[in-house]
């Protein structure tokens, strides 16, 4: 009879939705680890986009980057950004002036922001697991 071995288990920050990303990845952290690297290499990216639809009033280009964002929040646990992304999707569809987003531009690109780091805090120590293991 084999003795079944104990598989060490990554605990993700406590800030982060800890049930969608066990979800999504179960031990699977080399994904979880490249979801996390695609978030930092895009975020900047993407809040410029956010940023230059605002500027330009393009209600449909914000919508559209809004909506290509969404996903990638859940991706590293970031759910109430998902959230707050769907809600901004949402009333693309019924405002006429960006202006009137709640939560406004400025409030968003905060909040993700404030999220960068703790992704980057995440993937570091996801890297170091993954080579201990």
Partial sequence: MQQSQAKSVFVFESGLDNELLYELYESDYESAHQAFQIFLDEIETNISALQDAHT???ISSFQ??????KPVF???GLS???II?????????TIDDL?????SLGEVVTKIRV???VIEK??????TFISKH
């Avoid at 559209?64 to 964002?69: S, Y």
């Avoid at 992304?85 to 569809?93: R, T, W």
């Avoid at 202006?99 to 939560?103: G, I, R, T």
């Fill in 56 to 58: 330009q009033k393009n």
């Fill in 64 to 69: 559209k980057t809004v909506h290509k964002c």
């Fill in 74 to 76: 859940s991706y590293v």
């Fill in 80 to 82: 109430h950004l998902n």
């Fill in 85 to 93: 992304f769907q809600s901004l999707e949402d009333q693309c569809n």
């Fill in 99 to 103: 202006e009137k987003l709640s939560p």
């Fill in 115 to 117: 999220a960068s780091p």
């Fill in 122 to 127: 995440e993937m570091k120590r996801l890297s």
